[in-house]
């Protein structure tokens, strides 16, 4: 399934309805995410990498307001009072899985993971430097799948849901983006074969491929979304109804620049 959304209101007002029918009962059905929380009243349980700031930081900011109980794996803390956090450095994969037993541990279970975290490595082919390639692999790529594999088990109790946060640069390629687009595009394979192995385990993936986002602190180009919007798109997928599955989602800015960029990263602005 594939569904593209225009500008930062496509992201709020499209949404589900806040009223969802339950699917019809059937033995083997998930429950929906929070069905198995350790005490009535409690919100869902989702892990987010990258929620030290921005995109990362606006997901774990609107996760939180909607009632879901936060957890971060964080190299850097953010240090926010309702955001629970497990010291964690994705650019060592080997250190997610046991990151993610303790947050299960402590919170009863799990129900929706969203990877955020990334390093943007930038760099001709000619000259990027091997350790910056190695890198990206580990941050973009490899703690990827180590955060799903440690996930699975946990969210297959409770029917819950993965977000890939996959972006333009895997299917829009520029100069310099050897590393950042590579791992990006890798992402789409993983999504592809997440749906087709686990939701016969009422385990649903979502690959989110935003265009140009405002990330840093200043930015207030009209040709970006603000990650307020793309946090948005996060939380409808997560918040989808119980008998569907956004299988890829691909959100632009609303705006267009005239003269579109002819290099580089910022080409993510002319699409």
């Known amino acids: ?83 629970h956090e497990v010291p964690c450095d994705l650019r060592h994969p080997e250190q997610v899985g046991p990151a993610i037993e303790r947050i ?25 430097p091997l350790d910056d390639w190695r890198e990206a692999v580990e941050v973009n790529l490899t703690s990827v799948l180590a955060l799903v594999q440690s996930a699975l088990p946990h969210l297959r109790r409770r029917g819950g849901r993965i977000v890939l946060m996959g972006s333009h640069a895997g299917s829009r390629f ?44 200043g930015d207030d180009s009209p040709m970006k979304m603000a990650t307020s919007s793309v946090a948005r798109a996060v939380r409808w997928t997560l918040e989808a109804p119980e008998d569907t599955v956004v299988g890829e989602l691909e959100i632009r800015p609303a705006r267009l620049t005239a003269r579109p960029a002819v290099s580089g990263l910022d080409r993510l602005q002319s699409v």
Do not use: Q
């Not at 299960?104 to 990027?128: K, Q």
């Open 1 to 83: 399934m594939s569904a593209a959304a225009a500008g930062a209101g496509a992201t709020g007002s499209d949404g589900p309805p806040p009223h969802r029918d339950a699917p019809p009962p059937h033995r083997d059905a998930p429950p929906p995410p929070g069905a198995a929380s350790a005490h009535p009243g409690d919100g869902p349980v989702v892990v987010l990498t990258g929620a030290n700031r921005g995109t990362g930081r606006a997901v774990a900011e609107e996760l939180h307001a909607a009632g879901w109980r936060v957890h971060a794996l964080s190299r850097t803390p953010a240090r926010l009072p309702w955001l």
């Open 104 to 128: 299960a541990a402590a919170a009863g279970g799990l129900d929706a993971v969203v990877t955020g975290g990334v390093v943007r490595a930038f760099g001709d082919v000619a000259s990027l």
């Open 174 to 217: 520029f100069e310099g983006g050897a590393a950042y687009c590579m791992t990006k595009a890798s992402l789409k394979a993983l999504a592809e074969i997440l749906l087709l192995e686990e939701r016969v385990h009422g385990v649903r993936t979502t690959l989110l491929s935003p265009g140009a986002i405002a990330n840093l602190p």
